[in-house]
């Protein structure tokens, strides 16, 4: 998938930038090689490949830590909203923005 400068400029638009045309080129050649790399890894057969959860675990045994999934701390709600504007039933209140 090769860009082309319409396409860099598109981008730069989109982005709010401004490029000048040595510099879209250079964009270009850097977004090609990025798409270029993307579509090299896309071609490799991973299909026996289990996947890591660390890199570590690729040359190492690496045991999880996991914790017990309980509340460590107390309901804040009230101290949170302490500072807000407006509050109802628990609720932040915001100015309507669509009619």
Known sequence: MALTPHDVSRIAHLARLALSPA????LLGQLNGFFSIVEQMGAVDTSGVEPLYTPLSAVQQVQLRLRD?????SN???ANQ??????????FLVPRVIE
């Open 82 to 91: 302490r500072s807000a504007p407006a509050v109802e039933d628990g609720l």
């Open 69 to 73: 999934d309980m509340v460590t701390e």
């Open 23 to 26: 510099e879209e080129q250079l």
């Open 76 to 78: 804040q709600r009230e």
